[in-house]
């Protein structure tokens, strides 16, 4: 359970977490506003403003809402 895992982190500390994360077999639950991570990391994404589960990338659920 990670919150805001990339806050207050530089370039090489960030790219070094996503990387782990990506390598991770097991399951993640986290909140963030970095995109990057959501995008290389999110297998499925829970909205709970509207209470939605997608497995689209975040892109594409931004895109249909």
Known sequence: LL???LD???LE???S???GLEKYKG???YTTHNKTLVNKTATMIIDLDTM???R???DEY???K
């Open 3 to 5: 919150d805001q895992p």
């Open 8 to 10: 207050h982190l530089d």
């Open 13 to 15: 500390s960030i790219e």
């Open 17 to 19: 977490v996503i990387d």
């Open 27 to 29: 399951i993640l639950i």
């Open 52 to 54: 939605t589960v997608t």
């Open 56 to 58: 689209d990338s975040l």
């Open 62 to 64: 931004i895109n249909k």
